[in-house]
């Protein structure tokens, strides 16, 4: 069965740093485009960044600089730290894998991860 | 930036045919993805590029995208239809969705 099980969500003071982890079972994950995708409180989708089996990145303008995907193949997990955490930043992680190629949906699904942002 | 546009809310009576619309500047060149979420859940892809059902998805949910607008039909609506639906859609290699619309089955 193909699996995304997420770990690392905490409650974080503003500035802090966290590290959401992703593992994968089922299928080989950099073989893969893989993405992280949040949701605040009460609001909607919001895409955070993106890992191309090539190893490109990608981020959204508003973790930009801030937030680094990356993934262990041995481990065959994907990672997003997190870095000068906001308020903002509050919301449930996921991690999602895309059916092939970038134009395609996210067919598999975490259950998602909670940070919360706050002093 | 790109942007899609979905209504807030759509009612469907039980049994009918629900029309979820995602609006954006010639979307009907991009391919379209569709989400059904229910609360307390990830989201579930329902349709993909445009379509096409993934496995597992009934047939009752079906897609379209031309012009300037995209849509999602559930025909014969059920109670447990009821949840949120996202449209997605990948531009500029940026993932932007669209601010989902809650779907009440009456």
């Known amino acids: 069965e193909v699996k995304l099980l997420e770990s690392g969500g905490d409650l974080v003071q503003p500035g802090g740093s966290l590290r959401l982890s992703c593992a994968a079972s089922?299928?080989?994950?950099?073989?893969?485009?893989m993405r992280w995708v949040r949701q605040a409180p009460g609001k909607g989708l919001e895409w955070v960044s993106s890992?191309?089996?090539?190893?490109?990145?990608g981020y959204a303008d508003s973790v930009k600089g801030r937030f680094i995907i990356s993934r262990d193949n041995s481990k065959n997990t994907l990672y997003l730290q997190m870095n000068s955490l906001r308020p903002e930043d509050t919301a449930v992680y996921y991690c999602?894998?895309?059916?092939?190629?970038?134009?395609?949906?996210?067919?598999?699904w975490g259950q998602g991860a909670t940070v919360t942002v706050s002093s | 930036s790109y942007e899609l546009t979905q209504p807030l809310s759509v009612s469907v009576a039980l049994g009918q045919t629900a029309r979820i619309t995602c609006g954006g500047d010639?979307?009907?060149?991009?391919?379209v993805n569709w989400y059904q979420q229910k609360p307390g859940q990830a989201p579930v892809l329902v349709i993909n590029?445009?379509?096409d059902r993934p496995s597992g998805i009934p047939e009752r949910f079906s897609g379209s995208n031309s012009g300037n607008m995209a849509t999602v039909t559930i025909s014969r609506a059920q109670a447990g239809d009821e949840a949120d639906y996202y449209c997605?859609?990948?531009?500029?290699?940026?993932?932007?969705f669209g601010g989902g619309t809650k779907l009440t089955v009456l």
């Open positions: 089922g299928f080989t994950l950099s073989s893969y485009l």
């Open positions: 997605q859609v990948w531009d500029s290699n940026t993932v932007v």
């Open positions: 890992i191309n089996a090539g190893g490109g990145t």
């Open positions: 590029r445009d379509s």
């Open positions: 999602a894998k895309v059916l092939s190629v970038g134009t395609e949906g996210m067919d598999v």
């Open positions: 010639n979307i009907g060149s991009k391919n």
